[in-house]
T-cell receptor
Framework: AQSVTQLGSHVSVSEGALVLLRCNYSSSVPPYLFWYVQYPNQGLQLLLKYTSAATLVKGINGFEAEFKKSETSFHLTKPSAHMSDAAEYFCAVSERGGSYIPTFGRGTSLIVHP | DVKVTQSSRYLVKRTGEKVFLECVQDMDHENMFWYRQDPGLGLRLIYFSYDVKMKEKGDIPEGYSVSREKKERFSLILESASTNQTSMYLC??????????FGQGTRLTVV
């Protein structure tokens, strides 16, 4: 079975500050891991994905995430927040060699203050 | 670019009505999914399909059914809509083992 826990339903940062959104996963087999972003009244857009190559994954809009097997974590970071980063962020896991159905966390709402 | 198109952005239906939500993808993906999104609960899987005419229940299938007669089209059916089915519905598709691509979502209100 697979599951995702996103710590913090809301994260608030100032413009220009570091963004850190936390994700821990549970998977019985090596996972694929994803971060998605959702703007108001839109579908989800892929930010980045981990599929067993480099453990540090770079995505769009300056975001990156690091896969840490020992900590079962896949935290999302961005060095400097921009107002346009305000959105809902979802972490997802799917099991390699399994059904490949992605399981999503409950989401973290990123609030950016000027 | 992969495109997943949901037939309606907003729908208002009455309690007891039969409701059809349509989803079409244009990239020949094997997998298609229907999720329901509610505040604080994230995305919950209703049904998925890995091939034409094949379907599997997800975490919350009660009150829903699906149809996949063609590879590009996956329909979600609410047999008798109820107010607790008021939600955002998201369709997605993927190749096996790859990331999912999402439609814009359908915000359904049942009154």
């Amino acid at each position: 079975a697979q599951s995702v826990t996103q710590l913090g339903s809301h994260v608030s940062v100032s413009e220009g500050a570091l963004v850190l959104l936390r994700c821990n996963y549970s998977s019985s087999v090596p996972p694929y891991l994803f971060w998605y972003v959702q703007y108001p009244n839109q579908g989800l857009q892929l930010l980045l994905k981990y599929t067993s190559a480099a453990t540090l994954v770079k995505g769009i809009n300056g975001f990156e995430a690091e896969f840490k097997k020992s900590e079962t974590s896949f935290h999302l970071t961005k060095p400097s927040a921009h107002m346009s980063d305000a959105a809902e962020y979802f972490c997802a896991v799917s099991e390699r060699g399994g059904s490949y159905i992605p399981t999503f966390g409950r989401g973290t709402s990123l609030i950016v203050h000027p | 670019d992969v495109k997943v198109t949901q037939s309606s952005r907003y729908l208002v239906k009455r309690t007891g009505e039969k409701v059809f939500l349509e989803c079409v993808q244009d990239m020949d993906h094997e997998n298609m999914f229907w999720y329901r999104q509610d505040p604080g609960l994230g995305l919950r899987l209703i049904y998925f399909s890995y091939d034409v005419k094949m379907k599997e229940k997800g975490d919350i299938p009660e009150g829903y059914s699906v149809s996949r007669e063609k590879k590009e089209r996956f329909s979600l059916i609410l047999e008798s809509a109820s107010t607790n089915q008021t939600s955002m519905y998201l369709c997605a598709s993927s190749l096996r083992g790859a990331e999912a691509f999402f439609g814009q979502g359908t915000r359904l209100t049942v009154v």
